[in-house]
């Protein structure tokens, strides 16, 4: 799928794959992994699929991966997925942010133990990790986390190096943005262009993939010098320009919701920017609705993007997650 939205069809004949997996064996150098290591991925494959999947036997004998289910868990679900873990004992977590840190969830609020068993890494893919799922992942597995930037069109774009800057896959790809595209005066950001240089049967020349992000100037402290990308902002989609020209990434709303004193009352949050320049907070309560909590968050709003607009909440059982299960954490009004 395009960032249109719209299906892409293009040709591949595994290089896109080869150069994929190349580079995850670089990014796993970095924090030490060698090739080899036992690693359990979430991926996109429905549970009953997964009992009789070819691709997972192969992957289990001949690489020491244990595919998992990553799509829409339930708790009985989870639960199988822990028993796995801890039997198979992976040292690499791989996966979709969502699965991951839903399997944090579920071992805290049900109290369960990951007994002697760390894992080394956790590699979140598919969706951004937002600082809040960095630390509970941090908190649940006591191990390091990184993140990868990647589509389906090129294959793995860039990794987050131990300093946490994402280092391009410059070996295989031209990465360029285009500052112009974004009508906010104040930031140097832009959209992502792709060019593939590895030989392949459909090169994409400066695709446009519909994200958003700023090209690093400094070499980063890690030592790398793969061209870094300084800011990931996510999709262009998600982006919203204020009236003053403020530009607010999902981020913003992940930093103001999860800070410490609010987080005990929201469990789960979606942001839409409506028509009318307000903003609707669907909101998930936890610990059931606070109008103290309510009042804090309305101006903090205010304050931190420093202008008065409506602002609407909206108390949900549940934020439904998008088809390919990724969650959606803000959408413009149409
Ligand atoms: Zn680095």
Redesign the pocket.
């Known amino acids: 799928m395009g960032s249109s939205g719209e299906p892409i069809y293009y040709y591949e004949n595994g290089s896109k794959s080869a150069v994929s997996w190349a580079y995850e064996l670089l990014l796993k150098s ?1 924090y030490g992994i060698e090739p080899g290591a036992a690693e359990s991925r979430f991926m996109r494959l429905s549970k009953d699929y997964l009992p009789n999947s070819i691709m997972a036997c192969f992957r289990r004998l001949l690489w020491r991966h244990w595919i998992l289910p990553g799509l829409s868990l339930s708790a009985r679900e989870y639960d199988q997925c822990l028993s796995a873990i801890l039997k198979f004992k992976p040292q690499v977590l791989w996966g979709f942010v969502s699965a991951m840190t839903g399997l944090a969830e579920f071992i805290r609020d049900n109290g369960r133990s990951l007994r002697s068993y760390r894992p080394e890494l956790i590699v979140g893919w598919a969706e951004p990790t937002y600082d809040h799922q960095k630390q509970l992942l941090a908190e649940i597995f006591q191990c390091r986390s990184t993140s990868l930037y990647s589509c389906h069109e090129v294959g793995h774009i860039a990794a ?8 391009v896959n410059q070996e295989h790809l031209l990465v360029e943005t285009e500052p112009a595209l974004l009508s906010s005066p104040t930031s140097q950001l832009g959209e992502v262009l792709v060019t593939s240089l590895y030989e392949t049967p459909m090169p994409f020349i400066r695709y446009r993939l519909g994200d958003v992000a700023q090209l690093g100037t400094s070499a ?5 010098n ?1 061209q ?1 990308l300084s800011h990931l902002a996510g999709r262009s989609s998600e982006i919203f320009v204020t009236k003053t020209g403020r530009m607010v990434a999902p981020n913003f709303w992940c930093h103001l919701l999860r800070r410490g004193d609010l987080a005990e009352y929201i469990k789960q949050f979606q942001v839409v920017y409506r028509k009318d320049g307000g903003y609707r907070l669907n909101l998930v309560p936890k610990n059931g609705v606070s109008q103290a909590a309510e009042s804090q968050l309305r101006i903090l709003i205010t304050q931190s993007l420093e202008e008065e607009s409506a602002i609407e909440f909206v108390y949900v059982a549940e934020i439904p997650r998008l088809r390919s299960g990724k969650a959606q954490l803000v959408l413009h009004e149409t």
């Open positions: 970095w987050q190096c131990p300093v946490g800057h994402f280092h980063c402290p890690c030592g790398r793969l870094t």
